[in-house]
């Protein structure tokens, strides 16, 4: 119905609503749940592979530079970007862990691997499943 409820998970009391047109394209809970924040734009994109769409889609899996096969446009590390599948549909979006230069030196690589690539390593994922939104 394109709104978007928040509701305490005590209570079941609905603590916000908002009307969620196309722009709103990213959430973002926190562990407890308490905090929400939308990103209305990306910053860029990644395409991944079929292995990779499998893992995030229906694996509920974080994105790993493995998988990534083409970085488009610029982006800083913090930045929401869109995941797209290898057909170019946008099947997730999410806040990236590398800026776009970055994953553009480590797409195709093992998570292992990164250290010995960049020089050094944030995190072994490049969308934390934390910070990830499937679509659809």
Do not use: C
């Not at 939308?38 to 229906?58: E, K, L, Y």
């Not at 599948?85 to 030196?105: F, W």
Request: proline residues 1%; glycine residues 10%.
């Amino acid at each position: 119905d394109g709104m978007l409820r928040v509701y305490d998970t005590k209570s079941r009391r609905q603590l916000r609503e908002w009307n969620v047109g196309r722009d709103a394209t990213m959430l973002r809970l926190s562990p407890d749940g308490n905090r929400i924040a939308f990103a209305s734009r990306t910053a860029g994109q990644v395409v991944i592979d079929d292995g990779a769409a499998r893992a995030v889609v229906s694996g509920q899996k974080s994105l790993l530079a493995s998988g990534i096969v083409d970085v488009r446009g610029t982006f800083e590390a913090g930045d929401a970007i869109s995941v797209l599948s290898p057909t170019g549909a946008e099947i997730a979006r999410g806040l990236a862990s590398y800026s776009a230069q970055e994953v553009q030196k480590i797409k195709g690589h093992r998570s292992a691997d990164i250290e010995q690539i960049l020089g050094y390593k944030y995190i072994d994922e490049v969308i934390h499943r934390d910070d990830l939104v499937v679509l659809g």
